[in-house]
């Protein structure tokens, strides 16, 4: 299993552009920016040209391979019959304006630099050399585009000495890119002097948490960066091979950009990949390592980029790890039961008390120092895991600054909207029909009629099932679609 990154102008790869149609200031043609010219130019150096036409070809063969997903052998001959295309046209229009000035009286031979051009269509048709081949693209890529090469770091070997091992970007090189744009540095300047309005929470700078952190509270201008892990099939998740493909992987996005950046896929960056059986045979500590000791490189001694001549180094540490509940209970080191026994990470809620205690302050609070009680507790006697919910320590704890307790936050996806949303959404329905206010055919009827706005166009609810008053039903959709009825169900009722 490979994978690669490639970065143009702080994008993560080719296949990451919006289809929204939005102004994004870090969107920047590659060839444009790297050759320093623009549309407008109607007039280039030759080589120049081919230069331009170098980047655009490449970063074309890897929207194919990583956008739309094209076969190697389909790519090939599409790159076959552009070149020809490109031969036949810069060829014709060659031919063309030579008999022209020729007829004009004009000689060619004389003037050095209309030579080039009228005789460049040779040149131009070179310009696919360097997508011949797989290998010749990537070395293109790591020399033109700002390729960072995975690293493939061996776990074990199995039962027939096959090498067992995942893929890890090397976040030093990652950052150093990055922070090698501009753009990108003007916007996080910007943003650390932004004066906060503490009657505001923006984003995690705003928080409690941010303005005490034991490093930031030293350096507020690092960086932060949220990681996120999350597991998928590459096969028919339905299938026999059901398990056998599925992949984990780590991502990571710069908390220190603007806002909204934070969510734009091409601010989101791949760190990490391993078969997920490989996770569970290994287990976190030891495919996170190298994770764990480039971010203590990145506290200690950061990455320097050259400016100018001068010298900039940027500090960053990890400020929270986002997964699912399952997953960030697996990776935090507690109990990954939630139907018996300690069932959060934020507070010491058993099973048995949660339908009888609403409150925040019913429950006892988890702390960094109760977790540490917590851990000493386990290791002098390992049967205690079930009492405290706690199992191992997390990997991320060998970072001096990270807290296990503050920073896994809680999954709003899983909670909120689809736990809590469809619940109330549940019963309010159940109740406006019992009490004959209105009907499920109403309401589907005011579904259908409803001018959704263009940021819920592709989160529109589905209908609600006829018999759903019944109440042994569950609210249909994907959790998109139960947040966009939550927020719109008073103007579809009328209220």
Do not use: W
Request: charged share 20%; with cysteine; hydrophobic share 35%.
């Amino acid at each position: 299993m490979g994978t690669s990154t490639y970065l143009d102008s702080g994008n993560v790869d080719v296949n990451n552009d919006d289809s929204s149609g939005e102004n994004d200031e870090y969107v920047i043609d590659s060839a444009q920016k790297q050759s320093g010219t623009n549309h407008n130019d109607l007039v280039m150096p030759a080589a120049e040209t081919v230069s331009v036409i170098q980047k655009h070809l490449a970063l074309f063969m890897l929207k194919l391979q990583e956008k739309h997903c094209l076969p190697k052998n389909v790519r090939g001959a599409m790159v076959d019959d552009l070149q020809f295309v490109f031969r036949y046209f810069t060829a014709s229009m060659c031919d063309t304006l030579r008999s022209e000035l020729s007829a004009a009286g004009i000689s060619v031979d004389s003037n050095e630099n209309l030579r080039q051009l009228l005789f460049m269509d040779t040149s131009v048709c070179m310009a696919f050399n360097d997508i011949s081949s797989e290998y010749r693209l990537n070395q293109f890529c790591k020399q033109n585009l700002g390729l960072v090469e995975p690293q493939e770091h061996i776990l074990g070997f199995n039962a027939k000495g096959k090498k067992e091992t995942f893929q890890y970007i090397p976040l030093p090189a990652l950052l150093k890119f990055l922070l090698s744009q501009s753009e990108l540095r003007e916007n996080i300047a910007k943003q650390q002097e932004v004066l906060r309005n503490d009657n505001f929470l923006t984003d995690y700078s705003d928080g409690m948490l941010s303005k005490q952190h034991p490093f930031l509270c030293k350096k507020r201008d690092c960086l932060t960066l949220h990681l996120y892990n999350d597991e998928f099939e590459v096969v028919n998740p339905l299938g026999s091979k059901k398990g056998r493909h599925k992949v984990s992987a780590f991502y990571f996005f710069i908390g220190s950009l603007a806002p909204k950046y934070h969510s734009q896929l091409r601010h989101i960056y791949l760190v990490l990949m391993v078969r997920y059986q490989f996770q569970q045979k290994y287990g976190y500590a030891e495919i996170l390592k190298p994770v764990i000791s480039h971010l203590n490189e990145l506290a200690s001694t950061g990455v320097t980029v050259y400016v100018d001549g001068k010298e900039l180094t940027y500090h960053a540490i990890l400020a929270t790890v986002s997964c699912d509940n399952l997953t960030a209970h697996a990776l935090a080191g507690f109990s990954s039961c939630f139907n018996s026994g300690r069932i959060c990470r934020q507070c010491m809620a058993h099973y048995s008390e949660i339908q009888e205690k609403f409150s925040e302050s019913d429950f006892v609070i988890r702390s960094p120092e109760i977790h540490k009680c917590h851990l000493e507790k386990i290791r002098m006697n390992p049967s205690d895991t079930g009492t405290y919910g706690v199992l191992r320590d997390c990997p991320f704890s060998a970072l001096d600054y990270f807290c296990t307790v503050t920073s896994f936050p809680p999954d709003l996806m899983h909670d909120i909207l689809e736990g809590v949303i469809p619940l109330v959404l549940k019963f309010t329905i159940l109740h406006l029909h019992s009490a004959g206010i209105l009907t499920i055919t109403h309401i589907n009827n005011e579904l259908e009629l409803f001018k959704f706005g263009q940021n819920d166009c592709k989160s529109q609810p589905a209908k609600i099932p006829s018999n759903f008053h019944r109440g042994d039903m569950t609210l249909p959709g994907k959790a998109s679609e139960k947040l966009c009825i939550f927020r719109c169900l008073p103007f579809l009722i009328g209220c």
